[in-house]
């Protein structure tokens, strides 16, 4: 057991399922927005606009096919590029499997993907977040005259809609989003490979440049609605093969490129890259992609239904090309699958919220885990500094604090004990004594935002050889002067190796100035490699311990017992 210590006395233990009654209340966001230069459009025009086009695109294509020029294009291009080979082997069963799996899967990611979004219900072209430099929304401008942090900004999603559709439920909603996205890779990597080892890719794979003339032939005849020829058994047409290749080898592998370069970790690592594909260029590729996949499923869905269903269902539920009706009682089935895993998902995770964390936890943390091995950097400098910074957090309420703010923070005093050969107390002048750091990063919330600032401050390095930690210690926990927003006292928990980053150092300073009571006065933690929650505000005591299974629910800080985050965070 550690030294018995009273910060940890004032943790508090927390529920293991979502109890409302404990929940940032609801707030409903707005009707989505979209920014035209300095001009906010609801995104609800595109239904007319869409129908609009819609019906223009059928009268203009009906025209078309009156003249006989284009007739003649027909003839020459029926739609399926004839130098393209035919497939012979059918839909086998791991096609049909692998259909149904990613089928299952989407439904996961997408609501999880919903959920994610609306805790920073913005998206944006540049890395730091200015409220009015977004380019959609679905929350209202953000007010002025006031403290609006992050967490005050986020949404509700209707929980048939979000995984699980609680305001505030990101860190549930990344469990999914991640082990489901885990599954789904590894069945695209196998996709990939079946696919490759049969003649099955040359059903989505173009290869002769017939495919384009093919697909505005297709195009005119879909929209003419006089449908073309359905090869489907050996060949797709050609617009369907433009579509399947761009959403199997464009935007899948392109999702899972801008996920991973949010996160703090890979982007920090990446250096260039991550400077021009930043958090919020990736956040908002990742936006457009899932609209794609989105646009996709709607379409394809249609498709299905208008051009046989008998067919379609037959070929990829039952393998068969017939006039029977085998395949729609497997359709039906695997349909009602993902229709109950679809009910089932809410309030599952907000009863078991704590089972989810944990199979989380068990299914993506190791891989999470992995990049705090890279070391961060950072090749920022004074003009990358963002002209907004978004506050997060709970802040601190009590009168002790308010006399630390009055008093100029004379009085504050630094505890650093535990597993430590020598248990120490630092003021603001020792520390402002030791040597000095200065460094301008990148901070990644997890909510979505981020923001660039220069941090000055002590290196944790210099810390640890102060009061040289045992070999038994292998954590730092990091505890606050302030409460978190359930009550009890916010801390979090960090691995050695995070302490001993170059990067890692006890910040008393933010763009040249001693850091302000919103972002952490008189000291805060910058730890460059991990989502902002970890690096805590107000902070009043470092503790060195063996294991954080007795501090508070035992999960490793505030948000990971409170909001069922995962500990290790650099993803
Ligand atoms: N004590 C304390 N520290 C905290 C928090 C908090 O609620 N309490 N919020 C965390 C979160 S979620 C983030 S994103 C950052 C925000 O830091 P900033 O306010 O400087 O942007 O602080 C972190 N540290
Ligand atoms: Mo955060």
Not at 33 to 45: K, M, V
Not at 309 to 316: A, K
Not at 431 to 445: G, K, V
Request: charged share 15%.
């Amino acid at each position: 057991m550690p030294p018995y210590d009273p910060l940890a006395a004032k943790l508090s233990e927390a529920d293991d399922r979502v109890l409302l009654s404990h929940w940032l209340p609801p707030q409903a966001g707005i009707v989505p927005l979209l920014r035209i230069g300095n001009r906010w459009f609801s995104t609800l025009w595109a239904v007319p606009i869409g129908f609009a086009a819609l019906i223009l695109a059928i009268a203009a294509a009906q025209s078309l096919r009156d003249l006989p020029e284009v007739q003649q294009f027909l003839l020459h291009h029926p739609g399926i590029a004839q130098a393209a080979p035919a497939v012979k082997s059918g839909f086998p069963w791991w096609l049909r499997l692998q259909h149904f799996l990613n089928m299952l899967f989407m439904m996961f990611i997408i609501r999880a993907g919903i959920q994610i979004l609306a805790d920073h219900p913005r998206l944006y072209w540049q890395r730091d977040c200015t409220p009015g430099a977004d380019w959609f929304r679905f929350q209202k401008p953000v007010p002025t005259g006031r403290v609006w942090t992050a967490k005050d900004d986020s949404v509700t999603i209707p929980a048939w809609l979000g995984i699980p559709g609680l305001r505030h439920s990101i860190g549930l909603a990344r469990w999914w989003h991640f082990s489901v996205n885990m599954l789904w890779t590894f069945n695209g990597v196998a996709f990939y490979a079946l696919i490759f080892s049969t003649d099955q890719w040359h059903r989505i794979v173009p290869t002769t440049w017939e495919v384009f003339p093919s697909a505005v032939s297709t195009a005119i005849q879909y929209a003419s609605l006089n449908f073309p020829v359905d090869q489907g058994w050996t060949r797709y047409n050609a617009l369907q093969q433009i579509f399947y290749f761009v959403t199997v080898f464009v935007a899948a592998p392109l999702s899972i490129a801008t996920g991973l370069l949010q996160s703090p970790a890979i982007s920090n690592r990446l250096g260039w890259t991550g400077r021009v594909l930043n958090r919020q260029v990736a956040r908002s590729i990742h936006f457009l992609s899932f609209l794609w996949f989105v646009m996709f499923i709607l379409a394809h869905g249609i498709m299905v239904f208008v051009t046989s269903l008998r067919e379609n269902t037959n070929h990829m539920f039952a393998g068969v090309e017939n006039a029977s009706w085998s395949g729609i009682l497997p359709f039906l089935l695997a349909m009602g699958v993902v229709i109950a895993a679809w009910a089932a998902a809410s309030p599952l995770t907000l009863r078991h919220a704590r089972a989810v964390q944990h199979t989380g936890k068990f299914m993506v943390g190791w891989f999470k885990g992995l990049a705090e091995w890279w070391d961060p950097r950072s090749q920022l400098n004074e003009a990358d500094i963002s002209p907004y910074f978004w506050p997060n957090g709970t802040m601190p309420a009590s009168p002790e604090f308010d006399a630390l703010v009055a008093g100029d923070f004379v009085d504050y005093r630094l505890r650093v004990d535990g597993l430590v050969e020598q248990p120490l107390e630092f003021s603001l002048a020792d520390l402002r004594a030791m040597p000095r750091q200065e460094q301008i990063t990148t901070h990644f919330c997890i909510q979505g935002w981020s923001g660039v600032a220069k941090w000055g401050g002590v290196p944790m390095s210099h810390i640890l050889d102060l009061v040289k930690p045992t070999d038994a210690a292998r954590y730092a926990v990091f505890y606050s002067l302030a409460d978190g927003g359930e009550g009890g006292r916010y801390y979090d928990v960090h691995e050695m190796r995070n302490m001993r980053h170059a990067l890692t150092i006890l910040a008393y300073e933010m763009n040249g100035k001693a850091v302000g009571v919103l972002h952490g006065a008189p000291l805060r933690l910058r730890c460059e490699n991990e989502l902002g929650f970890k690096m805590v505000k107000w902070i009043a005591a470092i503790e060195f311990v063996n294991d954080f299974a007795h501090l508070g629910a035992g999960q490793g800080g505030y948000n990971e017992d409170h909001e069922f985050y995962g500990y290790r965070m650099p993803i």
